[in-house]
């Protein structure tokens, strides 16, 4: 069954960190482009970041830059979104998705996973 699947998501302190993980069945991320949106209550989904797993180039939103990395292991199959100095609003359901080149807009992606829950609060 070709699928994406998040795991990692949880409630954090604020300054904490979390690690999640996109992990890729029934195919090879191979040279597909991986990306995190996340969407918080009553507001629409955002672009956090996204990889080139071929060249292993990466972007960031500005709202994450220097707090988030994405971190891919080619062996596992595996992107993940390394997420410290947390905020609260960070607090979202985070998803991740496929697409051809790593852009910036939701319908660039065609393949989504089911997303996973990150709170930031004290």
């Known amino acids: 069954q070709v699928q994406l699947v998040e795991s990692g998501g949880g409630q954090v302190q604020p300054g904490g960190s979390l690690r999640l993980s996109c992990a890729a069945s029934?195919?090879?991320?191979?040279?597909?482009?991986i990306g995190w949106f996340r969407q918080a209550p009553g507001k629409e989904r955002e672009w956090v970041s996204s990889?080139?797993?071929?060249?292993?180039?990466?972007y960031y939103a500005d709202s994450v830059k220097g707090r988030f990395t994405i971190p891919k292991d080619n062996a596992k199959n595996t992107v993940y979104l390394q997420m410290n100095s947390l905020k609260p609003e960070d607090t979202a359901v985070y998803y991740c998705?496929?697409?051809?080149?790593?852009?910036?807009?939701?319908?660039?992606?065609?393949?989504w996973g089911q997303g996973t829950q990150v709170t930031v609060s004290s």
């Open positions: 998705a496929t697409a051809r080149r790593p852009g910036l807009t939701e319908n660039e992606y065609t393949l």
């Open positions: 029934g195919f090879s991320l191979g040279y597909l482009a």
């Open positions: 990889i080139s797993t071929g060249d292993g180039s990466t």
